[in-house]
């Protein structure tokens, strides 16, 4: 059972997801923990995390998570695509829990930018720290 960001989300596959992994075995796979996803510069919707969250507890326990934060994913990309210097990559994203913990997770350089789900004030309060802070992707050109 695979979650991930859908806007066709009913109850009837959240249930069908409950009893696979529960009762069939199924194993519990999650592409990434984002709680909200911004939809514009002003609206934000659920993300995969929100439905990630209604499983877990209903489960008792998390899926496993292939995608940010886990390393698993950037492991992949790195071994289909030869890299072996990480100094070489940067990861651009506007989460600081999903985006920029993958990086850190990884082992690489990272980049929030200001245009989506992070704003200057969470970076300040947050644990999670970027290597770099942008107000558009347009600064790394």
Same mark, same amino acid.
């Given at each position: 059972v695979s979650t991930q960001s859908t806007g066709q989300l009913t109850h009837t !596959?959240?249930? !069908?997801?409950?009893?696979?992994?529960?009762? &069939?075995?199924?194993?519990?796979? &999650?592409?990434?923990?984002? %709680?909200?996803?911004? %939809?514009?510069?002003?609206?934000l919707l659920p993300g995969t995390g929100a439905v990630l969250a209604g499983l877990t507890a209903a489960l008792g326990h998390t899926g496993k998570v292939i995608g940010k934060p886990s390393p698993i994913f950037f492991d992949i990309v790195a071994l289909e695509h030869g890299i072996t210097d990480k100094s070489r990559v940067l990861m651009v994203g506007d989460n600081l829990l999903t985006d920029i913990q993958f990086a850190a997770n990884s082992g690489i350089d990272s980049a929030v930018v200001y245009t989506g789900v992070t704003k200057p004030k969470d970076v300040t309060e947050s644990a999670v720290k970027p290597t770099y802070c942008l107000n558009s992707v347009a600064e790394l050109l």
């Open positions: !596959k959240m249930t !069908k997801a409950f009893i696979y992994v529960r009762e &069939c075995g199924a194993e519990y796979i &999650c592409t990434n923990q984002d %709680l909200v996803c911004p %939809l514009s510069s002003s609206r």
